[in-house]
């Protein structure tokens, strides 16, 4: 064959592979064939396979394993009965074969969902072990071994030793029964009022639980904490266990968000109240039925006297009345309660400042089933807070993080922010409750105060949209959440980059520039949207948009901006200090005090724990008119630099996916620019200083971007 | 007084000063107090006036004198009736004051209409004199004098001699009948279907009588090139009288658009064959009835067989034959035709070169009172054309410049484009017709070829507005276009600084950077809409915005944007030289030459007379489609510099004005980038190659782009 036909074949190939476009649908397991110097050394490693021990979740390990294998490799693997040189073994410590590899300090470590991956010696050569002490673990172990495989990383000499952080690592769905999403913007529910038979989407399922399961999900509550009293109706439950069972061999139990008044709505009972024993029996009817369908059951996700939901206060009673009412009832079937410490009523407390009062009282009182549940910050999952003070506070009681992936705060499924970042900025926290290292992490992970359960929540950005998440790239969240949840010391860098090269290309010049633009993301969203400690900025009701200036007759005045901002002719900010509301007295020493004054303060939360004049003077010299202008202008020139980067990746993937994400970084240029100008004409209302000269001007009046509505400008 | 007291006070004077808000309305003759050092030199050299000689135009000059020197100085000037030192002595030659003062050789100099203004001795000191052979040049150095006043220039020793460079110099209005403006962006037609009384409105038309006499303008077509013919029925006819003597005092006659089949249309007669006695008798006859109106009658301005208007060819005849049959009635009343050469017909031929060949044949074989306009390039008023080959070519009959100074192309009344610096381009463009020198403006001024007539006319940008022309800073393309109708060696600057000085401000710091804007303003205008000779790209219609890829089915194809860009997967351009439409012929040599060759032909002209690669290299070694991108770049910079520019003048001027010409500056460079992005995007889907990587990219796909209207954008 002359040269230049094969150049014309490989050319051929070349343009068959670039050309293929790819939906997005197979997520980060889309097992395309890997650089041939990758697969050449992978094919080298395991020639064969086994996989011992057969129950559902091996099946499923195993299943997983041999069709990636053959995608990532272009090759078949052979399955043996006993291990060779250049054998993968996978099974658990009920299998001899692995029983008797000699592992059992590993595999202590490595614990109920933790796997051992080791490279080990074998007659005529080596080979590769998962090793674990329950076929989840080896499901993980297989899934881990496939991440490296997936991220070009070496299996030569292996010797790992992993188990999850957290026990219980969940995605809360806020699905409602109508099919809705609430705060979801990847189109309907994948649970809910499908006009699919469930048969047809069984597979469908399966690859949510796939993906799950690669990255160590092991719960799923799939309707929303705005709960539908239905939900609990023998036709909910029967619904709840047929996902349950595809769920199941990808070790995911299934939980319910329930109403507290379920009893009186559903019931017919005259009353919700927890001291009720008529509504303690309907509980325990209720949860016995449930657990007939659904034998592993996790349990009850309750958002409960939050606003409007009903609750315990109801009757008089109290969250611990209530949580453990449900906690007793569940606990004959294993099951727990998440009890949402998201509460607040307007009123003359600082909004920042209720959660913390109204559960301190009960530290220590709830039943061991119960895990209190509680958002980063103190107010709501905005682009940047301060970690809720109830970290490191209750010390007596489980406290779970939950953290928000879907981006009703960052822009929707419209602007990139990868927020990896963003959380383990709250992991690392320091809360000083037990001296300096006494990390949010550590407050919630067991490794701080002696906990009989440890948790980790996070509101899911999935819906039916093809790409799962209605932007390509952040279906990285998604993923990242998984993979802090399994470890929160992961490097968001680390995470990304593996993400990259598993869902888009290996290529380094590919892989650097986007690991780049995604690190750089989420504060790039801050800056365009609530820059030094801003925050709530956004539209009424939807959230989308800026509209600081938003006066709703009637409405609750903790959901409306003015509260939040305070911006006047003198300055701009809330004073939670000493001087104000003083919420910086519920953190611990020394956090309190670095709070407490403007010249500690980091200056990332600056307004948000001060109200200073515009001309107070920043670190840098700078007014804080001035920094406040220059962080909105940083941002946007952040979004065109994404868009920018972006346009010099084509040809890396595939043209449809390219083209998608191009798309995309319009819209989160053109919204930075709206965020930015309406956010400043604003504020310039009060401050009544000038933009300064040198930056670009903004190309429309205040009250033409009043008149920008959601509508006009949201894709969904 | 204590020093802080008077601090107060003169910081109360100064608030009153600056928040005085203005309408612009006013014009450039608003007469406010100039700065002291000023006002107290003029007040020295001029301490009294007299003028010599009372018909209504000295009367005229008079009252605006007084009105403005009281205005500029704070004074009233005492009135002499002779001279003394100190004395202003205007007059002209039929006075004894004036003839006695030995200015012959000068007043000979400025002919008819022209003044001489001149220092002199006086018993006890010096004199200022304007001079004049007419009313109307004694009134045009009152005003030459009011505006050095206004300017900042001295009044001493002065020893000037002007004269206009054309005879008539004439504002086309393109007003309807029912009110509204074609082309025009500033509201209601100011003359026609007004809702209030003429005689409320004689103030408003004398208002605009003495702008127009500010300038030198002493003619005005007050009626639509695309005329109505009731316009020639009594009751209109009635209407032009009363304008005519509102007019007369300021030297301006009236001129009236006539529809060609006016005789069967409103006459009742058979046909309106130019050849036909019986429509020349008709003529004759409604000319003779205008006359007895308005004695001082100018004469018709005709569109004929040109985009569906009638004509002579209607009925087997000729240009030649239409206009000398209207010529000939006029001639009796000493009243003149001027005949448009705007005429083209969809068809094989290049559009460019229509007008040329068909109104070739006729020259010097018009009548001595018709006179041919031409419209200063070959296709239509583009933010930029070569000159038109009609200039220099047509040597046996006049011809006179049509400008528009109406922004039909230029960003309607949202832009700024100052036009001063275009019609300077096209009059000093070397037409080559007698050799080097042989300028448009020199064959068309009389100097190089023997003109019974000579004229200039340029479309108005007036109507209802408060401001005018609704655009404060494009009251100067009005300002600009009259005094290069009397002066076409001014320089552009020159006129930029006294119009804004007359209209704005005489601060240096102001004056200066508005200057600067103004002279880059039309360049700015030419690269985000069509740079590089592109032309034509505008939309459909109401030729707003940008619509490159406009298709309308059974549209004329000459009135469609493909027909002019040609761009194609080779390149883009249209081929006018010998191996395209050869529309380069139509020049002499060596213009010909230079245009026909795409290594001599400028850059600025480069696709209006070619067709190219789009790989093909620039002198700057860049390629065609990277210098397309980076001159529409450079537009958008320009565009973002005026606005921030404009921030920084902020105190300068009154607060309306400064708001109103600040939100416009929004206007257009959001309008610069939609132009941008559109034309480039769209350009894109032919050239497949980027847009440079290191640029900000735009922020919508070429789809929503198209989907932006007109309508939406567009703020009159």
């Given at each position: 064959?002359?040269?230049k036909?094969?150049?014309?074949?490989?050319?051929?190939?070349?343009?068959?592979?670039?050309?293929?476009?790819?939906?997005?649908?197979?997520?980060?397991?889309?097992?395309?064939?890997?650089?041939?110097?990758?697969?050449?050394?992978?094919?080298?490693?395991?020639?064969?396979?086994?996989?011992?021990?057969?129950?559902?979740?091996?099946?499923?390990?195993?299943?997983?394993?041999?069709?990636?294998?053959?995608?990532?490799?272009?090759?078949?693997?052979?399955?043996?009965?006993?291990?060779?040189?250049?054998?993968?073994?996978?099974?658990?410590?009920?299998?001899?074969?692995?029983?008797?590899?000699?592992?059992?300090?590993?595999?202590?470590?490595?614990?109920?969902?933790?796997?051992?991956?080791?490279?080990?010696?074998?007659?005529g050569?080596?080979?590769?072990?998962?090793?674990?002490?329950?076929?989840?673990?080896?499901?993980?172990?297989?899934?881990?071994?496939?991440?490296?495989?997936?991220?070009?990383?070496?299996l030569?000499?292996?010797?790992?030793?992993?188990?999850p952080?957290?026990?219980?690592?969940?995605?809360?769905?806020?699905?409602n029964?109508?099919?809705?999403?609430?705060?979801?913007?990847?189109?309907?529910?994948?649970?809910?009022?499908?006009?699919?038979?469930f048969?047809?989407?069984?597979?469908?399922?399966r690859?949510?639980?796939?993906?799950?399961?690669?990255?160590?999900?092991?719960?799923?509550?799939?309707?929303?904490?705005?709960?539908?009293?239905?939900?609990?109706?023998?036709?909910?439950?029967q619904?709840?266990?047929?996902?349950?069972?595809?769920?199941?061999?990808?070790?995911?139990?299934?939980?319910?968000?329930?109403?507290?008044?379920s009893?009186?709505v559903?019931?017919?009972?005259?009353?919700?109240?927890?001291?009720?024993?008529?509504?303690?029996?309907?509980?325990?009817?209720?949860?016995?039925?449930?657990?007939?369908?659904?034998?592993?059951?996790?349990?009850?996700?309750?958002?409960?006297?939050?606003?409007?939901?009903?609750?315990?206060?109801?009757?008089?009673r109290?969250?611990?009345?209530?949580?453990?009412?449900?906690?007793?009832?569940?606990?004959?079937?294993?099951?727990?309660?998440?009890w949402?410490?998201?509460?607040?009523?307007?009123?003359?407390?600082?909004?920042?400042?209720?959660?913390?009062?109204?559960?301190?009282?009960?530290?220590?009182?709830?039943?061991?089933?119960?895990?209190?549940?509680?958002?980063?910050?103190?107010?709501?999952?905005?682009?940047?807070?301060?970690?809720?003070?109830?970290?490191?506070?209750?010390?007596?009681?489980?406290?779970?993080?939950?953290?928000?992936?879907?981006?009703?705060?960052?822009?929707?499924?419209?602007?990139?922010a990868?927020?990896?970042?963003?959380w383990?900025?709250?992991?690392?926290?320091?809360?000083?409750?037990?001296?300096?290292?006494?990390?949010?992490?550590?407050?919630?992970?067991?490794?701080?105060?002696?906990?009989?359960?440890?948790?980790?929540?996070?509101?899911?950005?999935?819906?039916?949209?093809?790409?799962?998440?209605?932007?390509?790239?952040?279906?990285?969240?998604?993923?990242?959440?998984?993979?802090?949840?399994w470890?929160?010391?992961?490097?968001s860098?680390?995470?990304?980059?593996?993400?990259?090269?598993m869902?888009?290309?290996?290529?380094?010049?590919?892989?650097?520039?986007?690991?780049?633009?995604?690190?750089?993301?989420?504060?790039?969203?801050?800056?365009?949207?609530?820059?030094?400690?801003?925050?709530?900025?956004?539209?009424?009701?939807?959230?989308?948009?800026?509209?600081?200036?938003?006066?709703?007759?009637?409405?609750?005045?903790?959901?409306?901006?003015?509260?939040?901002?305070?911006?006047?002719?003198?300055?701009?900010?809330?004073?939670?200090?000493?001087?104000?509301?003083?919420?910086?007295?519920?953190?611990?020493?020394?956090?309190?005090?670095?709070?407490?004054?403007?010249?500690?303060?980091?200056?990332?939360?600056?307004?948000?724990?001060?109200?200073?004049?515009?001309?107070y003077?920043?670190?840098?010299?700078?007014?804080?008119?001035?920094?406040?202008?220059?962080?909105?202008?940083?941002?946007?020139?952040?979004?065109?630099?994404?868009?920018?980067?972006?346009?010099?990746?084509?040809?890396?993937?595939?043209?449809?996916?390219?083209?998608?994400?191009?798309?995309?970084?319009?819209?989160?240029?053109?919204?930075?620019?709206?965020?930015?100008?309406?956010?400043?004409?604003?504020f310039q209302?009060?401050?009544?200083?000038?933009?300064?000269?040198?930056?670009?001007?903004?190309?429309?009046?205040?009250?033409?971007?009043?008149?920008?509505?959601?509508?006009?400008?949201?894709?969904?």
């Open positions: 064959m002359k040269m036909f094969i150049a014309w074949i490989l050319g051929i190939l070349w343009l068959s592979v670039s050309a293929q476009a790819e939906t997005g649908a197979d997520l980060w397991l889309r097992y395309q064939r890997l650089p041939s110097e990758l697969s050449a050394s992978y094919s080298q490693t395991i020639r064969s396979v086994q996989f011992a021990g057969s129950d559902a979740t091996m099946a499923a390990a195993k299943d997983e394993f041999l069709a990636a294998f053959e995608g990532l490799t272009g090759k078949a693997v052979q399955q043996v009965r006993r291990p060779a040189a250049a054998t993968l073994l996978v099974g658990t410590t009920s299998e001899k074969v692995i029983a008797d590899l000699g592992l059992e300090d590993e595999l202590s470590r490595a614990g109920e969902e933790g796997y051992v991956l080791r490279t080990m010696d074998v007659k050569g080596s080979m590769t072990v998962v090793a674990a002490n329950s076929s989840a673990g080896a499901l993980y172990g297989t899934f881990a071994l496939l991440r490296r495989m997936q991220s070009g990383q070496s030569e000499n292996l010797a790992v030793v992993e188990s952080k957290y026990d219980l690592r969940l995605l809360n769905h806020w699905d029964l109508d099919g809705t999403v609430e705060r979801g913007y990847a189109g309907h529910s994948i649970f809910w009022n499908r006009t699919e038979e048969s047809e989407l069984e597979d469908f399922y690859q949510y639980a796939r993906a799950n399961a690669s990255i160590g999900i092991n719960g799923t509550a799939i309707n929303n904490v705005n709960a539908n009293p239905d939900v609990l109706t023998a036709e909910y439950i619904q709840f266990a047929q996902l349950a069972d595809i769920f199941r061999p990808y070790n995911i139990r299934i939980y319910m968000s329930v109403n507290f008044a009893p009186a559903i019931g017919g009972l005259e009353n919700s109240d927890p001291l009720n024993p008529d509504v303690e029996a309907w509980w325990e009817n209720k949860v016995a039925e449930i657990y007939r369908a659904i034998p592993d059951f996790g349990g009850f996700l309750v958002k409960a006297n939050s606003e409007g939901q009903p609750g315990p206060m109801d009757y008089g109290t969250h611990q009345d209530g949580a453990n009412m449900l906690a007793r009832v569940l606990q004959a079937h294993e099951g727990i309660v998440m949402r410490a998201f509460v607040y009523e307007p009123g003359d407390d600082d909004r920042a400042r209720q959660a913390y009062n109204e559960f301190m009282p009960f530290d220590g009182k709830f039943e061991d089933n119960v895990i209190v549940q509680v958002k980063n910050g103190p107010i709501d999952f905005q682009p940047r807070e301060p970690f809720s003070p109830l970290f490191g506070a209750m010390q007596k009681t489980p406290v779970m993080l939950e953290f928000q992936i879907t981006q009703e705060y960052l822009g929707f499924s419209d602007h990139l990868y927020l990896s970042t963003m383990k900025e709250v992991l690392d926290a320091d809360t000083w409750a037990k001296g300096p290292g006494s990390t949010v992490a550590r407050t919630t992970d067991g490794t701080l105060f002696p906990q009989t359960l440890t948790a980790i929540a996070g509101v899911a950005n999935i819906g039916r949209d093809t790409t799962w998440t209605g932007h390509h790239l952040i279906q990285s969240n998604w993923y990242a959440f998984g993979r802090l949840a470890d929160h010391q992961l490097s860098e680390d995470i990304a980059d593996e993400w990259i090269k869902t888009l290309s290996h290529n380094p010049a590919f892989v650097g520039p986007l690991t780049d633009m995604m690190m750089r993301s989420r504060e790039a969203v801050v800056d365009y949207m609530t820059p030094l400690g801003l925050h709530h900025l956004m539209g009424w009701s939807h959230h989308y948009g800026p509209e600081p200036w938003t006066d709703i007759e009637g409405a609750r005045p903790d959901w409306l901006p003015r509260y939040y901002h305070k911006a006047s002719a003198y300055g701009i900010g809330f004073d939670r200090s000493e001087t104000g509301s003083n919420a910086v007295e519920q953190y611990f020493s020394p956090v309190k005090e670095l709070y407490n004054s403007p010249e500690t303060c980091p200056e990332n939360l600056l307004l948000w724990f001060h109200h200073l004049p515009w001309d003077r920043l670190k840098s010299g700078q007014t804080l008119w001035n920094s406040i202008v220059y962080r909105y202008y940083a941002g946007v020139e952040e979004a065109r630099h994404f868009q920018r980067e972006w346009d010099r990746l084509e040809g890396f993937i595939d043209d449809q996916r390219f083209a998608d994400i191009q798309f995309k970084f319009k819209v989160q240029t053109r919204e930075a620019i709206w965020w930015r100008d309406a956010c400043l004409l604003y209302t009060y401050s009544k200083r000038p933009i300064p000269a040198e930056l670009e001007r903004p190309v429309h009046d205040l009250d033409e971007l009043k008149e920008t509505k959601f509508e006009m400008l949201h894709h969904n």
